[in-house]
């Protein structure tokens, strides 16, 4: 059973940073893509913020590029996201999500990120 399990949300000021991670069981990890996706109100769609496939390429959403940078460590099976000069507009839950073949894919729970002003 594939399970996606985020951590390192929480209450940051405005042009604070913080650095989302997200453990992977389950699957093979070091052979998919991953992502960070972010649903900024409740019954919103979720939003891409970023990707990285299994060969590191990188890919951001306009809103978030030149802050927010998305690794793997496939030896720890994690992605992480570092989200730095943080706005009010970042406030979401932030998702992890895996990219398997075939268009099979899986979503963590959910961790939020609260930035005041």
């Known amino acids: 059973q594939v399970q996606l399990v985020e951590s390192g949300g929480g209450l940051v000021q405005a042009e604070g940073s913080l650095t989302l991670s997200c453990v992977v069981s389950?699957?093979?990890?070091?052979?998919?893509?991953m992502g960070w996706y972010r649903r900024q109100a409740p019954g919103n769609q979720r939003d891409l913020v970023a990707?990285?496939?299994?060969?590191?390429?990188?890919n951001y959403a306009d809103s978030v590029k030149g802050r927010f940078t998305i690794s793997r460590d496939n030896a720890k099976n994690t992605v992480y996201l570092q989200m730095n000069s943080l706005k009010p507009e970042d406030t979401a839950v932030y998702y992890c999500?895996?990219?398997?073949?075939?268009?099979?894919?899986?979503w963590g729970k959910g961790t939020l990120v609260t930035v005041s002003s």
């Open positions: 990707t990285i496939s299994s060969g590191g390429k990188t």
């Open positions: 999500k895996q990219e398997q073949s075939y268009g099979l894919t899986y």
């Open positions: 389950g699957s093979i990890f070091s052979i998919n893509a």
